[in-house]
Antibody
Framework: EVRLLESGGGLVQPGGSLRLSCAAS????????MSWVRQAPGKGPEWVST????????YHADAVKGRFTVSRDSSTNTLFLQMNSLGVEDTAVYYC??????????????WGQGTLVTVSS | EIVLTQSPGTLSLSPGDRATLSCRAS???????VAWYQQKPGQAPRLLIY???NRATGIPDRFSGSGFATDFTLTISRLEPEDFAVYYC??????FGQGTKVEIK
């Protein structure tokens, strides 16, 4: 059974940093691209970042480019999202998601339960 | 940047009804990369359809997808009580539509 478990969310002040983690199990981690998708309260999902199976390629939405960095550790089957220079607009539930085996452009077939990030003074 | 516009915003139907949800792209997209998700309150999105018309693993056959170019449709042939939720389309693993809420009439 595929399992994705996010952690690391919480309350942070504007301008602060946070590192999210996503522990993956139940599948061959390096065989799948992984992504972060966020959802602000009452809004639809918003793609944030994607990393290839072996971590050699990364992609970030314009809204977070230069502030967020996605990475992965195949020795622990963990996905990370380093978030710097956080603003109130980054307040959201952050989900990690596994891309379909055909590639991440096809969509995401497994999702974690999400971790809430609140940016507020 | 491609924008996905879903309509209607809310669909009020009864169990057993047929639901037809629309997703229109601001420019032509490859149907290979169009997906649909279902989301219930407090839950993560769930993949229903990928490549415009392929059901994801475990998705009942009352869900079907169609379309090409700029117009895509998700159809639920006969609504079950558990189908009342918000539905999102997505293209290229990146852009999401704003969602259609299917509510009980």
């Amino acid at each position: 059974e595929v399992r994705l478990l996010e952690s690391g969310g919480g309350l942070v002040q504007p301008g602060g940093s946070l590192r999210l983690s996503c522990a993956a199990s139940g599948f061959t981690f390096t065989s799948y691209a992984m992504s972060w998708v966020r959802q602000a309260p009452g809004k639809g999902p918003e793609w944030v970042s994607t990393i290839s199976g072996y971590g050699d390629s990364t992609y970030h939405a314009d809204a977070v480019k230069g502030r967020f960095t996605v990475s992965r550790d195949s020795s622990t089957n963990t996905l990370f999202l380093q978030m710097n220079s956080l603003g109130v607009e980054d307040t959201a539930v952050y989900y990690c998601a596994r891309a379909l085996s055909y590639g991440w452009y096809f969509g995401f077939d497994s999702w974690g339960q999400g971790t809430l990030v609140t940016v507020s003074s | 940047e491609i924008v996905l516009t879903q309509s209607p915003g809310t669909l009020s139907l009864s169990p057993g009804d047929r639901a037809t949800l629309s997703c229109r792209a601001s420019q032509t997209v490859s149907r290979t990369y169009v997906a649909w998700y279902q989301q219930k309150p407090g839950q993560a999105p769930r993949l229903l359809i990928y490549s415009a018309s392929n059901r994801a693993t475990g998705i009942p056959d009352r869900f079907s997808g169609s379309g090409f170019a700029t117009d895509f449709t998700l159809t639920i042939s006969r609504l079950e009580p558990e189908d009342f939720a918000v539905y999102y389309c997505q293209q290229y693993g990146v852009t999401f539509g704003q969602g259609t809420k299917v509510e009980i009439k």
